[in-house]
């Protein structure tokens, strides 16, 4: 096959015959989230955003290159290693991937070495400042010394690097020291690794008085080495951090104890092997080596920083109480359905679904009273939950704890493979088993990663199920930070297929369940996604043009990528709206022109998904917790479900045309993959798609308040005659 020269409008020219499985035409996975963090590291460039806002985009960017490695890196080292030449979609070899990842990851990192120093040097003229220890003065130096030798000094434990003491162990993103230590000549110079004891209750960042001045920990404890090492002279002391692979899955289908095999997988991950060694620049060779012999690494894997290291460590300045340098405070509003709502079952009676929009509306006063009210509502009968991430501020689990104890039926689906909360959610499946909660762990080779509450409630005329099914965790703090969807109903149909769903979740056994409604994973919605796309194509025609969109955070599934290629040279039009991974390369001249692929990056981390099908008018829209992820659809039990009523499609389509037509926050994605950030016009709406709903929500509660007032007033009017 040829392919032509890109023209000026970057569409490329290809024959008409295209091999549709060729790699050309596929993206690479992890290429294209590096990608994303470019777009996530240009908020904290753009100088439309408040400064602690940007400080907060380079601690994300920070942070999520430190869990890139972790996950994405390891897996491929654990393939490299293995020997498998399995190529991916997009003709990568595993050590390909990660030679072409680590030369973007050291263009992210040089970028944002340049930002950081550039918001630090705007941070001062706001008297906020991270201050090099030489630089302060004599008095402030002393104070900070009396400072560690209070609060820090007796935590330090250093370790000695000898023939009586072997290379310690050295634990994943943990800050430490290597020092040259000697007493009379350098010759007799001992190494010794001192590790900067950051935890939750002692910061990275110590302040200065009460101004908002810092000193870096590390900088503060090699600056007092003496205290360790007194009548001792030091030659060197250096930074350094090493990252650890967090891929030791084992196979669950052998194991007799799943619970005991998670337990024993995260034991397992504390001392698996180091996939990045950081370094001070200054480090020298000498030290360099002996690292990455004792850690088993190559020179590539070593990554030299000469500015902040850990820059995750940031967010503590996001937290200075400075509102000028702060986007403007965010409160979730009610919801206009529940406002002044005695009982959240009759609400949902009376509308039959309600739509949720997070974190524009409240997750507290929405999906949190649904779970209290079912856990105090004597007509309750059972509650039944998938839980794949929760946190310690979301009271879920207290009121499911509490249902439990009253003599509901209480059972909980708990994925103990949540990647990062395994620990926590094998202490939440302990509480609940202790209190009467039944607890399972989902199906053998599956993950539960569907968002699901269903309770069984005794009504006037019978049982009657009700239920959440969202796209976002039970997670009190994402929920503020996430955008998500979910919806509250008791539709009949979706009762019985959740039914279904839970049968399934708590035996493992697979007869055939008909799901008339929802779209679960992974039997029914790969299929019928494929299906429905074919469905669009068949209808689409001259005179009734047919209409894709998809809203996810990734789209990697090769079968659903070819398929959407397939649909867009039959003439169908699909929006994509993608957060970060996306395979697919829009605008191609005789594949993809009819596609437009578009990401969002704002205050928020844009998380829902919604599935849209123009289906020869007879529209149809989902929203679930899938992506178009070969592991979503495969290898994970999600749920999707329908959409149904005009008001609530109506709703969606307005968070669809908002994130297509913004001009603020959106870069469209170009042929090769690279991204272009739209920049509204003199005359163009320069709020950003985030702001735009959060006005959308505020505007509906209040048309809700007017109307409650009016009817109020009228009864009233009524009443006095």
Known sequence: MTTQPATDESVTTVTPHIDLTSPEWYLNRELTWLEFNKRVLWEAEDERTPLLERVKFIAIVSANLDEFFMKRIGGLKQQVGAGISELSIDGRSSQQQITEC?????????????????????????NIRIVPYNKLSKEQQKTMREHYIRNIFPLVTPQAIDPAHPFPFISNLALNL???????????????????????????????????????????????L????????????????????????????????????IESELRERKFASVVRLEVSKNMAKLQRGRLMAELGLDEQDIFSVDSLMAMSDLFQLTAIDRPDLLDPPHHPCDHPKLL???????????????????????????????VKEASRDPNVQAIKMTLYRTSAGTKIIQYLIDAALSGKQVAVVVELKARFDESANIKWAHRMENAGVHVTYGVVGLKTHSKVVYVVRQDYNGLRRYAHIGTGNYHAGTARIYTD????????????????????????????????????????????????????ISKHSEHNQGLIQFKMNALEDADITEALYRASQAGVKIDLIIRDTCRLRPNIAGLSETVRVISIVGRFLEHSRIFYFHNGGD??????????????????????????????????????????????????????????QRNPTDKQDKTGVQETLIESAN?????????????TKSARQKAQG
Request: net charge neutral; with cysteine; hydrophobic share 40%.
């Open 699 to 711: 505007n509906r509660l209040k048309a809700a308040e007017k109307g409650k007032k009016l009817k």
């Open 102 to 126: 680590y030369a973007l990851v050291r263009q992210i990192e040089a970028k944002k070495r340049a930002v950081f120093s550039q918001v630090m040097g705007l941070l001062e003229q706001q």
């Open 226 to 261: 003496d205290m360790l090492f007194p009548d001792m002279k030091v030659a060197f002391c250096e930074l350094f951090r090493v990252t650890r692979n967090a891929v030791t899955e084992k196979d669950e289908e052998q194991a007799d104890d799943l619970l005991q095999m």
């Open 178 to 224: 290597l020092a040259g230590i000697y007493s009379t000549e350098p010759d007799d110079m001992t190494l010794v690794r001192i590790k900067v004891p950051v935890s939750p209750k002692i910061k990275r960042f110590i302040q200065i008085g009460n101004e908002h001045s810092y000193v870096a920990l590390g900088d503060l404890m090699a600056n007092n």
């Open 619 to 676: 529209e149809e829209y989902f929203i679930g917790s899938a992506d178009c992820m070969k592991r979503n659809l495969e290898s994970r039990v999600e749920v999707v479900t329908p959409v149904q009523k005009p008001e609530l499609q109506a709703a969606l389509r307005q968070i669809l045309t908002v994130q297509l037509e913004n001009q603020r926050s959106v870069w469209d994605m170009q042929p090769d993959g690279q991204y272009i």
């Open 340 to 370: 002044n709502a005695p009982n959240i079952f009759h609400a949902i009676r009376d509308q039959g679904t309600i739509l949720l929009q997070h974190p524009y509306e409240s997750f507290v006063t929405t999906v949190e009273r649904f």
């Open 485 to 536: 969807l979910g919806i509250l109903t008791c539709d009949q149909q979706i009762g019985e297929d959740l039914t279904e769903l839970f049968n399934y979740l708590t035996t493992g056994l697979v007869p055939k369940r008909n799901y008339k409604s929802l779209l679960p994973a992974p039997k029914v919605l790969k299929p019928s996604l494929l299906k429905k796309i074919e469905r669009e």
